[in-house]
């Protein structure tokens, strides 16, 4: 069982930054792939990124690439979403989620992961 809790949200102008954190609980947060997600209003969940149990391999919805970076710390059991040059189309509940993972799939789709946090809201200013 992992819990995640997600922080960092917040308002922010168009073309600003933020960073949201994702700590998990447990002791198995390095066997688990993780995933960042976002749903804005009247939409569906959609992706954002994912990062390897090792870290060692990312992945980007085409509408972030270039701009938002995700990392993680496996001593920190913490996952990180670093959002640059923030859009209003940004704006969203962005979760993390997790799935006990050490093979090289990447998981770009809510139903590929087993765990997720309460979300966090990300309000961009135009």
């Known amino acids: 069982q992992v819990q995640l809790v997600e922080s960092g949200g917040g308002l922010v102008q168009a073309g600003g930054s933020l960073r949201l954190s994702c700590a998990a609980s447990g002791r198995t947060f390095s066997k688990h792939a993780m995933g960042w997600f976002r749903q804005a209003p009247g939409k569906e969940r959609e992706f954002v990124a994912t990062i390897s149990w090792s870290g060692g391999s990312t992945y980007y919805a085409d509408s972030v690439k270039g701009r938002f970076t995700i990392a993680r710390d496996n001593a920190k059991n913490t996952v990180y979403l670093q959002m640059n040059s923030l859009k209003p189309e940004d704006t969203a509940v962005y979760y993390c989620?997790?799935?006990?993972?050490?093979?090289?799939?990447?998981?770009?789709?809510?139903?590929?992961?087993?765990?997720w946090g309460q979300g966090t809201q990300v309000t961009v200013s135009s």
């Open positions: 989620a997790a799935v006990l993972d050490t093979g090289p799939a990447i998981r770009s789709t809510p139903y590929q992961y087993d765990y």
